[in-house]
Nanobody, 115 residues
Framework: QVQLVESGGDLVQPGGSLRLSCATSGSIFRLLAMDWYRQAPGRERELVARIMSGGSTNYADFVKGRFTISRDNAKNTVYLQMNSLKVEDTAVYYC?????????WGQGTQVTVSS
């Protein structure tokens, strides 16, 4: 059974940092690309960052230079380090993986950036 569990969301001031974690349910994830998405109120869910099984990464333009996605295959965990946070980064952040043709999502973790 595929399970993704996010954690690390919090209330933070502008300019602050957070690290999100996504714990996965098995070693199969080492073979798969993993993503972080986010969804702000009233907006579509959008891709934030992707990490391939080999470690190469891609980022949305709006987070380049501020966010870093990484993975620890020994722990079956994917991370999103978020620095220089802005008010507009406020959203629920979701971990995502596609296995064959099926999309799996975690429950999400709330990130609120506010003074």
């Amino acid at each position: 059974q595929v399970q993704l569990v996010e954690s690390g969301g919090d209330l933070v001031q502008p300019g602050g940092s957070l690290r999100l974690s996504c714990a996965t349910s098995g070693s199969i994830f080492r073979l798969l690309a993993m993503d972080w998405y986010r969804q702000a109120p009233g907006r579509e869910r959008e891709l934030v960052a992707r990490i391939m099984s080999g470690g190469s990464t891609n980022y949305a333009d709006f987070v380049k230079g501020r966010f870093t996605i990484s993975r620890d295959n020994a722990k079956n965990t994917v991370y999103l380090q978020m620095n220089s946070l802005k008010v507009e980064d406020t959203a629920v952040y979701y971990c995502h993986v596609r296995v064959a043709v099926v999309d799996y999502w975690g429950q999400g973790t709330q990130v609120t950036v506010s003074s």
